[in-house]
């Protein structure tokens, strides 16, 4: 408690709505070393104050939710204090005294940006209405290697499984288990690996049973200006080959670079970059222009302040045109497309990469697992998915969601965009989803709520003991899984199973059909200036 210098402050105004003035609710606000409170002072609302949208007259934000805090010059009202937190909530406090705005700042300056893991709230959650050792184990084991790669048939004549990173030596920063071609010797795994930035070198994601073709991801060569290396030529040939159809075994396999051309000539200028296809046999290259973080983080801030300031739809449009967030959601897309209609219809295995593979690699395998594959479209898959692409491969959910205070340049919406081009496809197909897109609302907000370990590191090996201190997010959603089943959902069980003409989804990346989520982004702005699409498949 030594960052709160005065944990009640009475007397204090709070503006939901910033385009109205004088759009005020009057409260106390409470502050404890995990969230802050605002309780109204009254809940009539007679006065238009825009009470009715403070459910049961009180606000609590987890401090881990807040993204900024900027204090302001004293008014003949009081000193005001802005927050925006990452839920996209902006809320504006008024202090009648200058002092309560200060200890407030600092509070919120202190325990919103925690320095070491030790400090961050998740590690003090206790669920209130449940026995916490009848839920501490809830959802923490629900991904195993051995169930999820079984599913598609491995291992098998063209993959094994590799022990070569049981004790993360090979690749820290990739899961222990890892699978690989049958043919690929112990010498040829860890020269690629050598090879590869991070070592993270090429692994199989997931085998497309109907075709036998697969995706396999890891980060870029080290090639700089000239170097090669003959284990990692042999480790994609390998790939290449290990597909047991006769009749797709001798197709190319395609190297799907999520980065813009210019992006990976750069990164070869530095040491690193991209595939000699010279060097390589029966490979074909391809760049998709998917930006980086530092562009993505700059659209969201665009797209934040288009949603927080325009008061006409003319200034919302330009302002979503600006941002270029639907842009970049539509190449996410269209490359998904791309590697879903290699791996179905040519019967060709995909590698991806980006730079070091762990941001527009693992949205892009996954979306096209998602195209392929409806068991990822239900709950339960859905769940193996992230456990697998983003948990156990590697994503750095710890700077890319600025869970502790580190460098602001590493901070990027790269999940986030994921679950917007994941509401896409629910948008596209209803009916193919066994969830709404209230779970993806919620499972972005937990993420940054503070109350979960699910996604606290930024590997599997970060994460070990967490299941022994921390509760798993998927434990909270198959308790409340009745606020998440989409009632369109219309797949049959045999719709489920791998090689129904229906199992893959056909997606249009055609600009029309590529839509703001406003039940994401706008679900705060009461004046809410753009067309209602409601609550896709029964979101609430």
Request: hydrophobic share 35%.
């Amino acid at each position: 408690m030594e960052f709160i210098r005065k944990p009640k402050i009475e007397n204090v105004l709070l503006q939901r709505n910033l385009r109205v003035n004088k759009n005020y609710v009057s409260g106390t606000l409470f502050t404890d070393l995990l969230t802050f409170i605002f309780k109204c002072d009254t809940t009539d609302d007679t006065s238009g104050s825009g009470l009715n949208s403070i459910p049961g007259g009180e606000l609590q934000i987890p401090h881990c939710q807040v993204e900024s805090v900027d204090r302001m010059n004293l008014t003949p009202s009081g000193t005001p204090l802005y927050i925006r937190c990452k839920t996209f909530l902006v809320l504006k406090f008024i202090f009648r005294k200058d002092r309560d705005a200060n200890d407030f700042y600092e509070a919120i300056s202190h325990l919103s940006r925690p320095k070491t893991i030790e400090d961050l709230s998740v590690l003090n959650y206790r669920p209130n209405d449940v026995s916490c050792s009848a839920v501490q184990s809830s959802g923490w084991h629900m991904f195993d290697y051995n169930i999820e790669y079984s599913r598609f048939g491995v291992p098998n004549s063209g993959w094994k499984y590799s022990s070569l990173n049981e004790n993360y030596k090979l690749c820290p920063t990739y899961p222990k288990w890892l699978f690989v071609p049958a043919e690929a010797t112990n010498e040829i795994v860890q020269g690629s690996a050598k090879f590869r930035s991070q070592q993270r070198l090429p692994a199989l994601s997931y085998l497309y049973q109907p075709t036998g073709a697969v995706i396999c991801r890891s980060s870029q060569p080290c090639v700089g200006l000239n170097k090669r290396s003959g284990h990692d030529e042999k480790m994609l040939s390998s790939i290449r080959s290990a597909n047991s159809r006769e009749s797709f075994r001798y197709n190319k396999l395609h190297i799907i670079d999520t980065r813009p051309r210019v992006n990976a000539m750069v990164n070869r200028a530095g040491g690193k970059g991209y595939e000699d296809v010279k060097n390589y046999v029966d490979v074909v290259y391809r760049n998709f222009p998917i930006q980086n973080i530092h562009v993505m983080r700059e659209s969201m801030l665009k797209l934040r302040n288009t949603v927080e300031s325009a008061l006409t739809t003319a200034a919302w449009n330009e302002g979503l045109e600006e941002s270029g967030w639907l842009v970049h959601l539509k190449i996410l897309l269209e490359t998904a497309k791309f590697i879903s209609r290699t791996i179905h219809r040519d019967g060709s295995s995909v590698l991806i990469h980006c730079s070091d593979g762990w941001d527009r690699t693992a949205q892009t395998s996954s979306l096209s697992q998602l195209i392929l594959d409806p068991y990822y479209r239900t709950l339960n898959g859905f769940q193996i998915l992230i456990e697998k692409e983003w948990l156990a491969f590697g994503h750095k959910f710890v700077e890319r969601c600025a869970l502790l205070n580190g460098n602001p340049d590493e901070a990027s919406p790269i999940f986030l965009q994921f679950l917007d081009s994941v509401y896409q496809l629910l948008y596209q197909f209803p009916a193919s989803f066994e969830f709404n897109d209230h779970y993806l609302v919620t499972l972005y907000d937990m993420l940054t709520g503070g109350k979960f370990g699910t996604f606290l590191g930024n590997n599997e090996r970060s994460r070990i003991g967490l299941n022994e201190r921390t509760f798993s997010i998927w434990g909270y959603f198959w308790e409340n899984i009745e606020n998440f089943l989409n009632p369109e959902y219309g797949v049959s069980s045999r719709q489920l199973e791998l090689g129904d003409p229906g199992s893959m989804l056909e997606v249009s990346t055609e600009s029309r059909d590529i839509v703001p989520w406003s039940t994401m982004y706008c679900r705060y702005d009461i004046t809410r200036h753009t067309s209602d699409q409601g609550s896709t498949a029964g979101g609430k």
